[in-house]
């Protein structure tokens, strides 16, 4: 399985960036998706979860933090999850990974250790 992230970059706090996530190697609409992030000095913590289940979207998930300003979203044509994030600022500022977890579970997947699968990393920043 490989996971391929790609997206990230410097921008003003209030602009915008997509991140994608490219995934090979296994059934897609079986994986839930999350994104996750990594400041300095911090744990990486949970940003976003997106579970595909019975042909449809089964639920969405993000952090408090950045509800109402990131949307996560998934081409199962393209096996690619996507992170479009919106009104960004310098405390989202981190290292963004993807991870795919392929149990089959519909409980919400939120921790590092639930997820089989990471991508190398992508950096956002945001300057202020």
């Known amino acids: 399985v490989q996971l391929v992230e790609s997206g990230g970059g410097l921008v003003q706090a209030g602009g915008s960036l997509r991140l994608s996530c490219a995934a090979s190697?296994?059934?897609?609409?079986?994986?839930?998706m999350g994104w996750f992030r990594q400041a300095p000095g911090k744990e990486r913590e949970f940003v976003s979860e997106?579970?595909?289940?019975?042909?449809?979207?089964?639920?969405?998930r993000y952090t408090d933090s950045v509800k109402g300003r990131f949307t996560i979203s998934r081409d199962n044509t393209k096996n690619t999850v996507y992170l479009q994030m919106n009104s960004l600022k310098p405390e989202d500022t981190a290292v963004y990974y993807c991870?795919?977890?392929?149990?089959?579970?519909?409980?919400?997947?939120?921790?590092?250790?639930?997820?089989?699968?990471w991508g190398q990393g992508t950096q956002v920043t945001v300057s202020s």
């Open positions: 991870a795919a977890n392929w149990g089959p579970s519909t409980t919400p997947v939120d921790v590092t250790y639930e997820y089989d699968y």
């Open positions: 190697g296994r059934t897609f609409t079986s994986a839930t």
């Open positions: 997106h579970k595909w289940r019975g042909g449809r979207t089964y639920h969405v």
